[in-house]
């Protein structure tokens, strides 16, 4: 696991200055701590830094083929490296190490761009073809690692983090406005974009290849969901030798590898795979907060670990801590994220390193086998529609029965759903603080800026995935595909990386292995939700290997009690955030608005992460547009001046 940076001028006679891409790969060095390497050849320069995790002494970065002609720099893992190693043997290829970086550079003069294909893995990484005189960019298929790029007519320059394309004098830091209203739509940015002029991100499941001053973008890899003819039977046969084999392989690394615990089902599922796949003990590792009213996920981690013997560790977390980070928090994300649970990531990752450099997490398992209940609701809304067939002038009687059926305030929130397609549920569900205005009668927008946003363009990365038809027909399917291509890479997975590399730590993900996401794919829905049970095959599955207390328990996420927090410690810190005069000048928000929501807020407790969104997104102005602080976060920035 490391961090990748780079930059290629379009002019063919232009060289590459060693001092800027040495700057640039400073920036990502948490990524890499234990190793930097350079590669420069007239108009390409490539910069590594480097986090040893497989092939300690031999790993040294970029590599090459023989003759010198392709070089590589790699951040990932690549799971099935030692196959792939073994056929290109057969085929006289000469390595000098045993690392899977080495595997890729043989893999592209077998395959040229094609490689990507026969990967199996985690993996951002750039080649660069001396004959060919072409640079490749690739990205794995489910975005678990970023590639972020800036490209103009005279260079291209990318990186793993967006900190070190800022390094380029050339990268000029200005902020697209339209993203702005996408963020507070969504509570991310999907898409491509990002909220920095010209700054995008390489899509999962595609390549880059710039020749001859033009680059194209192909899409190598997709999901699509097709259900096949499998009995419940069969398909939990499948699943465990799935699950069996996807934790194996990501087991496999030269340092030790520990477990976050979550006290729920995909978490604790990956411990007890664990089990017999290595000689050194299992460790795990949870957080709690010092607060008594939140949901306490410490002793369902502490009976996963007894029950697998794992060497469990723990740590506590407080207001405090929640928003010294928060500064830090921005600088790493990069983009605006209102994600509370990933400030518990970094800290949970911080004490992990102490004792591992790889951790392994149930991410994905809720994208795969729908866990969300919003699946759940889905179906029963469908179902509901269906039932009222030419009664669908009867609202009430609809409302009544979804009620009954779904038992969910949220579903109850949205009355005239009955009656809407999928597409209104879908943003019913993700709806910001621009939806919050709306629905009050007021404006969260000055009138200057609202002219500058466009509400079609905010939300068309998901429009775009709703109307794809490799989600099939089943709404059910079509909301776990568009939630595969846009808040899982750009939110949870974007969260997941951003927090463990800021930690040197390794974060692998084997639920989200492309041969467990296309079985998942083939199933019938019925075998995700079943009746009021979310996940059922998995549930089904795993009913012999989970305690029955955390397979059977309600799921509950990762409470974070950031709302109470911010309607009490943190009360001050919110509105001198908000309502600074700098703040209030950038022209996007009503200073009368913003004060009655923080009103509204303290006054009915329902809209905390509306408010976390606009901090979220005024510390990022801070950190990237006021400071351009591409070495750590802007002085300016004390969250605790007023609570401390």
């Known amino acids: 696991m490391c961090g990748i940076c780079g930059k290629l001028a379009l002019d063919r006679e232009a060289q590459i200055s060693p001092a800027l891409l040495k700057s640039m790969a400073d920036t990502i060095e948490h990524r890499g701590p234990d190793d930097e390497g350079f590669y420069f050849s007239g108009p390409v320069g490539l910069g590594f830094r480097r986090l040893s995790i497989i092939d300690l002494n031999t790993g040294h970065q970029p590599i090459s083929n023989?003759?010198?002609?392709?070089?590589?720099?790699?951040?990932?893992?690549?799971?099935?490296?030692?196959?792939?190693?073994?056929?290109?043997?057969?085929?006289?290829?000469?390595?000098?190490?045993?690392?899977?970086?080495?595997?890729?550079?043989?893999?592209?003069?077998?395959f040229g761009e094609g490689c990507v294909e026969k990967l199996r893995g985690m993996f951002g990484f750039a080649i660069w073809d001396e004959r060919q005189q072409s640079l490749l960019l690739a990205r794995d298929r489910v975005g678990i690692k970023p590639i972020y790029y800036w490209l103009s007519d005279k260079a291209l320059v990318f990186g793993s983090e967006i900190k070190a394309i800022l390094a380029d004098p050339e990268v000029k830091a200005e902020v697209e406005p339209q993203l702005i209203d996408r963020f507070l739509s969504f509570y991310y940015v999907p898409g491509e974009e990002t909220l920095l002029k010209n700054v995008r991100k390489l899509a999962p499941g595609c390549t880059m290849m710039v020749k001859n001053g033009h680059a194209t973008i192909r899409q190598y890899w997709d999901l699509h969901f097709a259900p096949s003819e499998i009995s419940l039977e069969q398909a939990e046969k499948q699943l465990i030798e799935l699950f069996d084999e996807c934790v194996r392989m990501h087991m496999i690394a030269d340092v030790p590898v520990g477990f976050l615990l979550s006290g729920g089902?995909?978490?604790?599922?990956?411990?007890?795979?664990?089990?017999?796949?290595?000689?050194?003990?299992?460790?795990?590792?949870?957080?709690?907060?010092?607060?008594?009213?939140?949901?306490?996920e410490r002793p369902y981690a502490q009976l996963a670990a007894k029950r697998y013997n794992a060497d469990h560790h723990e740590m506590t977390i407080s207001s405090k801590d929640f928003a010294d980070f928060m500064p830090k928090f921005s600088w790493h994300m990069e983009e605006p994220c209102c994600e509370p649970q990933a400030v518990a990531l970094y800290y949970v990752s911080r004490m992990a390193k102490d004792y591992v450099k790889v951790l392994i997490s149930g991410e994905g398992g809720d994208e795969a086998f729908a866990g969300y209940s919003v699946y759940r609701n889905m179906l029963w809304l469908e179902r509901v529609k269906s039932a009222l067939g030419p009664l669908k002038g009867g609202l009430s009687l609809g409302i009544s029965l979804l009620n009954q059926v779904v038992k969910s305030k949220r579903m109850a929130k949205y009355p005239s759903l009955v009656d809407l397609p999928l597409e209104s549920y879908y943003y019913s569900r993700t709806s910001g603080p621009a939806a919050y205005f709306n629905s009050h009668g007021s404006e969260l927008y000055t009138p200057e800026f609202a002219r500058q946003v466009n509400k079609s363009f905010s939300i068309s990365p998901a429009t775009r995935y709703l109307s794809n038809g490799a989600g099939g027909s089943s709404p059910v399917n079509r909301m776990l595909y568009v939630d595969t291509k846009t808040s899982l890479p750009d939110d949870l997975l974007l969260k997941?990386?951003?927090?463990?590399?800021?930690?040197?730590?390794?974060?692998?993900?084997?639920?989200?292995?492309?041969?467990?996401?296309?079985?998942?794919?083939?199933?019938?829905?019925?075998?995700?939700?079943?009746?009021?049970?979310?996940?059922?095959?998995?549930?089904?599955?795993?009913?012999?290997?989970?305690?029955?207390?955390?397979?059977?328990?309600k799921k509950v996420g990762f409470p974070v009690p950031y709302d109470t927090w911010m309607r009490t410690e943190l009360k001050d810190w919110v509105s001198d955030v908000l309502l600074d005069r700098e703040s209030i000048a950038r022209g996007y928000f009503k200073r009368r608005s913003i004060e009655k929501l923080i009103a509204d807020d303290v006054r009915t407790q329902r809209y905390p992460k509306e408010i976390l969104s606009l901090v979220a997104l005024e510390l990022w102005h801070r950190n990237f547009l006021e400071n351009r602080s591409v070495q750590g976060p802007g002085q300016m920035l004390n969250p605790m001046k007023a609570t401390s």
């Not at 392709?70 to 290829?93: A, C, D, M, P, T």
């Not at 664990?274 to 009213?293: E, H, I, N, Q």
């Open 496 to 553: 997941a990386d951003k927090m463990t590399m800021a930690n040197s730590i390794e974060l692998r993900v084997p639920l989200l292995d492309h041969k467990l996401l296309e079985f998942a794919a083939s199933l019938p829905v019925n075998f995700k939700v079943h009746n009021f049970t979310t996940k059922y095959l998995a549930k089904q599955a795993l009913e012999d290997r989970l305690p029955k207390e955390i397979l059977e328990r």
């Open 265 to 296: 089902v995909d978490s604790t599922a990956m411990l007890g795979f664990a089990v017999g796949k290595t000689d050194r003990p299992l460790s795990s590792f949870t957080l709690g907060f010092s607060d008594p009213g939140i949901v306490d």
């Open 66 to 110: 023989e003759d010198g002609t392709v070089w590589i720099v790699f951040n990932g893992e690549i799971y099935n490296y030692q196959e792939l190693r073994e056929f290109l043997l057969s085929k006289g290829h000469v390595f000098r190490s045993q690392t899977d970086t080495e595997v890729i550079v043989h893999l592209y003069e077998e």
